[in-house]
């Protein structure tokens, strides 16, 4: 029973951290959509407009465990809504902050071309 409970805290830690990496991200994301219309950051979503659609991460908050929970989808243009796994979700923010940093960079030199270059790679 003591090992259930472990794994059981200690995977909500392993979510929290996810958590705070997201918020961090979201941030980010805040930031450079201030300079960028390609970026957007509104209510618990991160999209980033290509060429070729808008791809989202989505946190929602899950109403059916006690605990503060959240769980994560990638959203398309064309409406897909995928459940990540935590393993998933991790790659996603990755990218997400990846893809956000080179743009945030990119801005500040002022390369259009390259910031959309950027965008469209995700």
Excluded: C
């Amino acid at each position: 029973m003591v090992l259930g409970a472990t794994l059981t805290t200690q995977a909500q830690e392993d979510w929290s951290v996810l958590n705070e990496v997201f918020d961090d991200v979201y941030s980010l994301a805040t930031e450079v959509g201030k300079e960028t219309d390609k970026v957007i950051a509104h209510g618990n979503v991160i999209s980033i407009v290509k060429s070729t659609g808008t791809t989202s991460i989505q946190k929602k908050k899950d109403k059916s465990v006690p605990v503060e929970f959240y769980d994560y989808f990638l959203l398309t243009s064309t409406g897909r809504q995928i459940a990540l796994t935590k393993m998933d979700t991790e790659k996603v923010i990755e990218k997400f902050q990846k893809v956000l940093n080179r743009v945030k960079t990119s801005l500040k030199e002022d390369n259009s071309k390259e910031v959309q270059s950027i965008l469209n790679s995700l």
